[in-house]
């Protein structure tokens, strides 16, 4: 057994002293440690302490004041008021009570020690207790900024992970400790539940996944409910990463919904393989990126096959395409020739307050006549006149997405197909006003002689050069960019079961005939209006018949227009094929200019110009 030893300095006896000192160390100072505020310190001037002796133990009892701040920050958030706060910084209370408790056994030893062995010194606490004075200082400097920035979830974990890269090996292993062990078990345990449930397990808003506040609806549920909570994605876990894991809990999600039966669950022995792997990466010394990329792609790569059998084949996405290019892209081209004729005298007159209904009422007879009307496709279109400013240019057209179509036919893709509509219906507008101008022209053809007769020869010649160019720019956009386009689109689809090829070819679609249809390029929009704009007011006056001594001088004036805009419109289009050459663009290029004619008059532009 051990019996008391006696120590002395001089002629006084130091085991109270000791004892002083031990107290300090368990954050309780007294008369020969004081709290300073910042740290604790052996009173100076004692008589009965050596200068060496104060020296040594102000080398341990600084441990005292940060084993209280850390006890104080541990016993604070543990408690029922603050538990509540993070789950994170629960879970590091409970590391950090584990590192403390290593802490008081080591003084405990240390007490034992020196009650049975009279010979130890001061020096030899020092030794047990050079561990704890590398460990404590730093992990109060880390709570200190933790309640300072309000540090939780991802910030406290980028804040952890940065202070793992010191260079004190015992210090660096108790830091990865606590982030593996403690930590990540909480951030692991939310991932999985997002991944493979598609449940936030999140209750004080500390995970990278956010759910926005009033968007419950399920429709808008993939595209604008859950969303990246960037202040909250630890440093060190990659922006792309964050996106696969939103991506496969939104997944899960719908995949849930579509589960009447087990068909579209994630397979048990998959979920079972990612919890393993999480449990690996738990348990390994330090995070490792890699495998929990990974892991995080096996799972994502079983959702995204899942996926894409619910969109192609359950939901039948190809016929839906087929829909949007038969009606969105013009592709029944006989139905909407028969539409635009039905509509003419509507069109004709302005804009009322019923116009919209009018149209789609002129829309549903045109159907009816093609027996499209009771077609599933064509009942969820809809023709609409946007209030804010009505117009027949502006007239739009809407397809009702039922769900899960929305994944890929989103709100923005439906407003680029509505588009690339609004610009195909006008050339085939131009196209149909410029046939029914020659009907025009033909019936005065027989009874106009003379000089009247020369005059519409003239005409006649403007409207064939219109017919000409227009006719040649609906061929290169049905023929030579809409089928081609959309066979790509299918084979696509078709060839891999993969959800994300999907998007990115349904996305490289509507991105090529945007590009080819020169809709992002102002120069040849805007050639093209103002081509149209000329086409539509020799129409006009064909349509409106002869008469009146101004009629020759704005044949002349359309004219000139034209030619002047059709030339700068052949410049632009020649430049783009020079930038970026396209072997459509060029065919359009070659079957406007075969003669060579546009070639001569932009060049005659030009000398006139120069001269």
């Known amino acids: 057994s051990c019996s008391p030893a006696r120590r002395r300095c001089g002629e006084v006896d130091l085991m109270p002293i000791l004892h002083d000192v031990l107290l300090a160390l368990v954050g309780h100072p007294g008369d020969v440690v004081r709290d300073t505020g910042e740290t604790f310190a052996v009173v100076e001037g004692l008589p009965f302490l050596s200068d060496s002796y104060r020296v040594l133990a102000n080398r341990i009892v600084p441990l005292g004041f940060h084993y209280r701040e850390l006890t104080s920050f541990v016993d604070r958030f543990v408690s029922e008021e603050y538990s509540r706060s993070s789950v994170y910084v629960r879970a590091l209370c409970e590391g950090l009570e584990d590192v403390l408790d290593t802490y008081r056994a080591t003084l405990c030893a240390v007490e034992r020690e020196f009650m049975c062995d009279a010979t130890l010194s001061l020096s030899h606490a020092i030794h047990l207790l050079q561990e704890h004075a590398m460990i404590l200082p730093a992990l109060h400097r880390l709570v200190r900024t933790i309640i300072q920035d309000d540090r939780k979830g991802g910030p406290l974990l980028s804040l952890l992970h940065d202070r793992t890269a010191c260079g004190v090996p015992v210090l660096r292993t108790c830091l990865l400790r606590l982030q593996q062990r403690y930590c990540h078990k909480v951030l692991f345990h939310q991932v999985a539940a997002w991944m493979m449930h598609g449940e936030l397990s999140d209750p004080y808003e500390e995970f990278m996944v956010r759910d926005v506040e009033g968007s419950q609806s399920t429709t808008d549920e993939w595209s604008s409910r859950f969303v990246i909570r960037v202040e909250m994605r630890p440093s060190y876990l990659p922006l792309r990463v964050a996106q696969k894991i939103l991506f496969v809990g939104k997944a899960v999600r719908v995949l849930r919904r579509a589960s009447t039966t087990n068909k579209y669950v994630l397979p048990t022995e998959d979920c079972q393989a990612f919890v393993c792997a999480l449990r690996d990466l738990q348990e390994s010394e330090s995070f490792a990126l890699l495998p929990f990329e990974l892991a995080v792609d096996r799972l994502r790569a079983v959702a995204v096959h899942l996926l894409w059998n619910l969109i192609i084949l359950d939901a039948d996405l190809p016929r839906h395409l087929r829909t949007l290019r ?59 006149m946007p209030q804010e400013d009505p117009g027949w240019k502006n007239l739009g057209l809407e397809y009702r997405v039922d769900w899960p179509l929305h994944l890929l036919l989103t709100q923005d893709a439906m407003e680029r197909y509505d588009e690339l509509f609004r610009f195909l219906l006008d050339v085939k507008r131009i196209q149909t006003e410029l046939q029914k101008a020659w009907a025009s022209v033909m019936d005065r053809k027989s009874t106009d002689t003379g000089t009247a007769h020369r005059m519409l020869l003239r005409q006649h010649q403007l409207r064939s050069n219109m017919s000409f160019l227009v006719d040649n720019l609906q061929y290169y956009l049905q023929g030579d960019v809409v089928d081609v386009q959309f066979s790509r689109l299918v084979s696509r689809i078709e060839a891999r079961g993969d959800f994300d090829e999907v998007k990115r070819a349904h996305e490289d679609f509507l991105t090529a005939l945007t590009q080819q249809f020169f809709l992002r390029m102002r120069a040849v929009r805007k050639a093209l209006e103002d081509v149209f704009k000329q086409c539509h007011a020799l129409c006009d006056l064909l349509v409106r018949g002869g008469g009146g001594g101004g009629e020759e001088e704005r044949i002349v004036e359309i004219e000139r227009n034209f030619n002047r805009q059709a030339g700068f419109l052949f410049t632009v289009l020649s430049g783009v094929n020079t930038h970026q050459p396209s072997p459509h663009l060029a065919q359009l290029l070659l079957r406007v200019d075969f003669n060579r004619y546009f070639t001569r008059f932009v060049s005659s532009l030009g000398h006139q110009r120069t001269r």
Do not use: H, K, M
């Open 326 to 384: 038969d009606y969105f892209l013009l592709g029944r081209g006989e139905f909407w020739q028969c539409f635009l004729d039905d509509v003419r005298g509507l069109w004709a007159l302005p804009p009322t307050a019923t116009a919209e209904r009018d149209t789609n009422s002129v829309l549903q007879q045109s159907a009816a006549r093609y027996g499209l009307d009771e077609e599933e496709g064509f009942i969820r279109l809809r023709l609409r």
